[in-house]
Nanobody, 128 residues
Framework: QVQLVESGGGLVQAGGSLRLSCATS????????MGWFRQAPGKEREFVAV????????TYADSVKGRFTISRDNAKNTAYLQMNSLTPEDTAVYYC?????????????????????WGQGTQVTVSS
């Protein structure tokens, strides 16, 4: 059974940075796509970023492009989301996801059903 555990969330001032981590169990971490979604209060869950199995190919939501960086360390079974230049609009619960259906980037990375494993989420709050 694959488990995803996020950490690194917290309270930060606008303009600040946070790095989220997603630790996974299981031997197959290095074989599959990993990603991040977020959900703000009263809003639908939205795609943030995705990374292929190798770590070389990545896709970002337009809202975070240039500010956020997704990465992975397959030796540590961990994915990361480095978030810079944070704004109050980035306030949300951030979810780590894995898709065992894809090694390469999916054609629709923002489609929730693509991902068959989800973490419990970590809260990120950005104050103005």
């Amino acid at each position: 059974q694959v488990q995803l555990v996020e950490s690194g969330g917290g309270l930060v001032q606008a303009g600040g940075s946070l790095r989220l981590s997603c630790a996974t169990s299981g031997r197959t971490f290095g074989s599959y796509v990993m990603g991040w979604f977020r959900q703000a209060p009263g809003k639908e869950r939205e795609f943030v970023a995705v990374i292929d199995w190798s770590g070389f190919k990545k896709t970002y939501a337009d809202s975070v492009k240039g500010r956020f960086t997704i990465s992975r360390d397959n030796a540590k079974n961990t994915a990361y989301l480095q978030m810079n230049s944070l704004t109050p609009e980035d306030t949300a619960v951030y979810y780590c996801v894995m898709s065992t259906n894809y090694r390469e980037l999916p054609s629709q990375p923002d489609d929730l059903p693509v991902y068959d494993h989800w973490g419990q989420g970590t809260q990120v709050t950005v104050s103005s």
